[in-house]
């Protein structure tokens, strides 16, 4: 049976900006392309204002009395809007906050293995929350929690920061930890080392580790060339010295495979002189009886 079709019925997000017709106020604030005022006028005055110019008349503050409007180009202006706000993500950083559970009565090995998932977090430069999780008497015991949520913290001193000290929250107590600013400034450095790779006219790392050597990119392949020259001649001398060994063992090959074939044609006679012997008996067994 088909699945249904899930129809978003929401209806799709529309541009509320009101501009040119769309603006029905009698009278509006008028500021020039310039971004001078010009003053109250008639809407549509204004309007025809901005045809005069190939713009568009363009309400930018509704609340006032009367409504403000701009003249531009408005297909531009949210143009220009939308690349700020591109470039306004690329460079803003995400923060992820990932949480990491504990009991009071931990052991040591799963102690160590939880702190390892913290660093190997934190060192991605993202948050960790660090939750206890009491169960039945053991919440008549919250500073067995604190202690090894401080625990944690100081060990962790050079990675992580702690940005929210143990706080009880019911039958849990949480602490928030963070990146440091050495481990933020590791990370900064490495994605700069890392757009920096390569020179700056586009040589491949071959090239640029010739380059920084001192020799051309051709130099830097010539030991290569010099080596397969040099095995060159020693792989024909070794070629030179196995031809009679080859022959040899051609020979070998040839006498064998000879043997064969006679001992073969041997094996097929000996049926024919059986029956002829077995034949020639009968014969001289009666001249003998007569």
Known sequence: MPVPRRFDRRPPE????????????PEVRL??????????LKTPDALRYAQE???????????ARPPVCRVLDYSKYK??????????????????????????????NDYDTKKGHVTRFLK???????????????????ERGQMLLERLAEELAELAVVEQRPIQDGRNMTMMLGPSRAVLAEGAESRAGADGKGSADGRTTADGKAAAD?????????????????????????????????AAARAADERAADERAADERAADARPVAARRAAARRPAAKRAAAR
Do not use: C, W
């Open 214 to 246: 001192g020799r051309t990119p051709t130099a830097a392949r010539a030991p290569a060339a010099a080596r397969a020259a040099r095995a060159a001649p020693v792989a024909d001398s070794r070629a030179a010295d196995a031809r009679p060994a080859q």
């Open 53 to 63: 110019r190939d713009l568009d008349l363009v309400e930018v503050a509704a609340d």
């Open 14 to 25: 529309r541009d509320l900006t009101r501009i040119n017709e769309r603006i029905r106020v």
């Open 31 to 40: 500021i020039d392309e310039e971004g001078q005022q010009v003053g109250i």
């Open 124 to 142: 991605h430069k993202d948050k960790v929350k660090i939750t206890i999780m009491f169960r039945g008497r053991e919440v008549t015991h919250p």
């Open 79 to 108: 143009y220009e809007q939308a690349q700020k706000q591109k470039a306004a993500r690329k460079h803003q950083q995400q923060i992820t906050i990932r949480e990491i559970k504990f009991r009071p009565k931990i052991a040591q």
